[in-house]
């Protein structure tokens, strides 16, 4: 029985489409999956298959008209077959969808012939099947309807424009359209890769499975939690540092192999010397810190707005996580202390912070801050400048990796700081030339201890 061919969806948000040129024309003969046209949609020129197989009885659209999803465009029959009420009913659909009038069509008793060397279709059963809220007909079941002709070869088209190439039957292009499953993520097991109805109800019970198993974990319930003063305080300090000073970031890696083996030493020698204290890391972080600011005065400076002031002392701030928050005393005069002395002095004032035994000159007008994560394994990182300094110090962890040294590959400990810089004091070429002398000094620690 002859059958009105409607334009196709060719993708997701296509509504309507331009047919740009018929591939096929009156009188041929056509099969499931033969291209009839190529139309252009939102997203590319592709290409329109054919559903049903027959005879092209009409043709009811013409090249360069702008049809709706669903428009009939051509009649597929067996030849002879009088196809006056489906012109008639071709013709009221375009006039209601406000479409282009189908062509003219031939008189009733001029049955279109098919050409002498196509295969004539066999009738089709009348037979219907329900799948969902649509009904199918059976020519639309290609389970065991033989395998469409490859399409041509791509004239040009985009990517997005292969997806109306997927190799699946009009039932199952139907059911994953219904469905709302992506043809291009199911895997056909049809001839020749052809996407068939059980892959979809497969896809189905898939997605089924998935959007339908049980949550089991616990729900937790929301709490309000008050703002201590010491929060509004921190709060309050970084969102104006962020917002106020124009920060940059600088990163650079250290081979920290010297310092970690002359931290063991020194710390050995302060157990065989009766010390109770060892020094860290940080510590030597600290007294390098001091002095590159020696050398490189301008990151020892603050925005004062009418003014740069260039500081006269070094006073290096450690950020402390205390309960609730987070507080930075400092180290006064570090570049005059050895590192031993800062050890001590860190320890006391770290351990009065937890208490929440710190005066007020102990935690402010400070000129730079050491900042360091590295004992919680991170590795590397940026912070928020501690103003009103102009810049602050963001250390990680020490590694043990890969490193290069002389053209070889040996085991090597690196150390990876970053340094946060305000624009308006410290330029990218000073903050460079500044860890620049830090690295000198971590990657030849003697010169800490002089």
Not at 144 to 172: H, T, V
């Amino acid at each position: 029985m002859a059958k009105i061919s409607e334009m196709t969806q060719l993708s997701p948000t296509m509504s309507e489409g331009v047919l740009v040129k018929w591939l096929k024309k009156k009188g041929d003969s056509v099969a499931p999956g033969e291209i009839l046209a190529e139309v252009e949609t939102d997203k590319a020129v592709m290409e329109m298959e054919a559903f049903d197989s027959g005879v092209i009885l009409e043709i009811l659209a013409q090249e360069g008209a702008k049809l709706p999803v669903g428009a009939p465009v051509a009649i597929i029959g067996k030849a002879g077959e009088d196809i006056t009420s489906l012109l008639s009913e071709a013709k009221s659909r375009s006039a209601a969808s406000g479409t282009s009038t189908p062509a003219t069509p031939p008189p009733a008793s001029e049955p279109v012939q098919a050409s002498s060397n196509s295969p004539s279709p066999s009738p089709a059963p009348k037979k219907q099947e329900n799948v969902g809220s649509s009904t199918i007909s059976e020519s639309e079941l290609e389970e065991e309807a033989p395998s469409p002709k490859e399409s041509p070869i791509s004239r040009g088209l985009s990517p997005s424009a292969l997806e109306g190439r997927i190799k699946a039957s009009p039932l199952a292009k139907r059911m994953a359209e219904e469905s709302g499953i992506d043809l291009s993520k199911i895997r056909g097991t049809g001839p020749d890769g052809r996407i068939i109805k059980r892959d979809i109800e497969n896809g189905i019970s898939a997605f089924t499975k998935s959007v339908t198993s049980p949550f089991t974990g616990e729900i937790l319930q929301e709490e309000k939690l008050p703002i201590s003063g010491m929060r509004k305080t921190i709060a309050s300090r970084l969102v104006h540092s962020k917002t106020h000073q124009p920060h940059f970031y600088l990163d650079m890696e250290i081979d920290a192999d010297a310092l970690v083996q002359l931290r063991e030493n020194f710390n050995s020698d302060l157990i065989q010397s009766g010390e109770e204290i060892k020094v860290s890391i940080n510590d030597f972080i600290i007294k390098a810190s001091a002095l590159a600011l020696l050398k490189v005065p301008e990151v020892n400076s603050s925005w004062r707005e009418d003014h740069i002031l260039k500081h006269g002392r070094v006073d290096v701030g450690v950020a402390v996580s205390i309960e609730g928050g987070l507080i930075t005393p400092y180290v006064r005069n570090a570049d005059k202390r050895s590192v031993l002395e800062i050890g001590r002095t860190v320890k006391e004032l770290a351990s009065r912070a937890r208490e929440r035994k710190l005066k007020p000159e102990e935690f402010s007008d400070g000129t730079f801050t050491v900042s360091n994560l590295g004992m919680f394994g991170v590795n590397r990182f940026a912070a928020v400048i501690n103003e009103p300094e102009a810049a602050i110090l963001a250390v990680g962890n020490v590694v043990s990796k890969p490193v290069i040294k002389n053209g070889n590959i040996v085991p090597g400990k690196t150390l990876s700081v970053c340094l946060s810089c305000d624009h308006r004091v410290v330029d990218g070429a000073v903050g460079a030339g500044w860890l620049e002398v830090f690295r000198n000094f971590l990657e030849h620690p003697l010169r800490l201890l002089a």
